[in-house]
């Protein structure tokens, strides 16, 4: 019989810790992007946010320091596997 | 008309509108708040369909019922994929 029992511990505060990232990360985001243009420019919300341009520069710093580390990690691999020709 | 024809139909409508929006191609004299919201755009959904996969990733993750048997199982088959990997000579 398949033992199943309920997710514990480090999975749970994992998860729940993944959740509550990426909802913090959608509400800034959108506060950042979609909410602050309509608000007035003298309004103190905007001291809690960087200028516009970096709302499109950050996450594509972000997705090129993911495919760094990707590449890298296949590199490192792919080195260490290399194999020298064989010569007859 | 296929489904790839379908969505890049549909894509291509909805660059084409944000670049009318964006670079401001018809002069629609739209007021600037509108033109600051739609430049980030393409960016900003992107961003949004990585939080929903995170999230996704994560409430699945601790709602994911524990199996004790399939741990035990799965560790002993990581090992022994990796002694056998190592025998033929893959170095991690």
Partial sequence: MLQHMKATGADQAVGLG????????FTYYTVWVIVLPFVDSDHVIHSYFLPREYSVILP???ALILLLCVGTFIGVVTWKN???K??? | MTKLLEWLLGVSLVGVAWGLVT???LDLQLPAAYKEVAWPMPVYLLVVFGCYSLATIGYRVATFNDCEEAAKELQAQIQEAKDDLKKKGLKM
């Fill in chain 1, 18 to 25: 993944l959740v509550g990232f990426s909802l913090f990360l």
């Fill in chain 1, 60 to 62: 594509g710093v972000a």
């Fill in chain 1, 82 to 84: 290399r194999t020298p």
């Fill in chain 1, 86 to 88: 064989k010569v007859d």
């Fill in chain 2, 23 to 25: 670079f401001d191609l």
